[in-house]
């Protein structure tokens, strides 16, 4: 794990998480994109599982081919537990069954193979960002019209009782 992971949040930042098992990677990755994101790197799912736990974070883009978990299990085994987190896997390998599982196991938004072009990781990023974004208020609008139909409901059975 990178040591500046333990810094404060920009609270004006996405945050960000990247897991990938080659530290070359996470810096290379840290450099190109910490002036627009709050970047959290982690060498292992184990070690992305626990800042997922202690951060909030929207995004995570993992590699695929890592020891013990591949990008896809790791994927799909943070799902229960953060399921409005937006989920990236990169690959440097053509392998079609990964991204297969990708998608049915991992359910992710997105799959970019390595080695990846800054702009257009940034803007998937941003557009990634964004569903996220649209997807908590559309979250938020539904309880608070769930809210409203039951004040309603109220009303009207104090209504009938008059």
Same mark, same amino acid.
């Given at each position: 794990?990178?040591? !500046?992971?333990?810094?404060?949040?920009?609270?004006?930042?996405?945050?960000?998480?990247?897991?990938?098992? $080659? %530290?070359?990677?996470? #810096?290379?990755?840290?450099?190109?994109? @910490?002036? !627009?994101?709050?970047?959290?790197?982690?060498?292992?799912?184990?070690?992305? @599982?626990? =800042?997922?736990?202690?951060? %909030? =974070?929207?995004?995570?883009?993992?590699?695929?081919?890592? %020891?013990?978990?591949?990008?896809? $299990?790791?994927?799909?085994? =943070?799902?229960? !537990? +953060?399921? !409005?987190? #937006?989920?990236? *896997?990169?690959?440097? +390998?053509? /392998?079609?069954?990964?991204?297969?599982?990708?998608?049915?196991?991992?359910? #992710?938004?997105?799959?970019? &193979?390595? %080695?990846? /072009? $800054?702009?257009?990781?940034?803007?998937? =990023?941003?557009?990634?960002? $964004?569903?996220?974004?649209? @997807?908590?208020?559309?979250?938020?609008?539904?309880? &608070? *019209?769930?809210?409203?139909?039951?004040? *309603?409901?109220?009303?009207?059975?104090?209504?009938?009782?008059?």
């Amino acid at each position: 794990m990178s040591e !500046d992971n333990s810094t404060p949040v920009q609270s004006d930042k996405l945050q960000l998480l990247y897991v990938d098992d $080659e %530290p070359n990677n996470l #810096i290379s990755f840290k450099a190109a994109f @910490r002036r !627009d994101f709050n970047i959290f790197t982690a060498e292992s799912g184990a070690e992305g @599982r626990k =800042i997922l736990e202690s951060h %909030p =974070i929207s995004i995570v883009i993992t590699d695929q081919r890592m %020891p013990f978990m591949t990008g896809v $299990e790791f994927l799909e085994s =943070i799902i229960p !537990d +953060f399921p !409005d987190t #937006i989920r990236i *896997l990169i690959t440097g +390998f053509s /392998d079609i069954q990964a991204v297969i599982d990708a998608i049915n196991k991992g359910k #992710i938004y997105h799959y970019v &193979q390595k %080695p990846w /072009d $800054e702009t257009y990781l940034k803007n998937i =990023i941003h557009n990634a960002f $964004e569903t996220h974004r649209l @997807r908590r208020e559309n979250k938020y609008m539904m309880e &608070q *019209l769930k809210l409203s139909n039951e004040q *309603l409901e109220f009303l009207l059975r104090q209504e009938m009782l008059s």
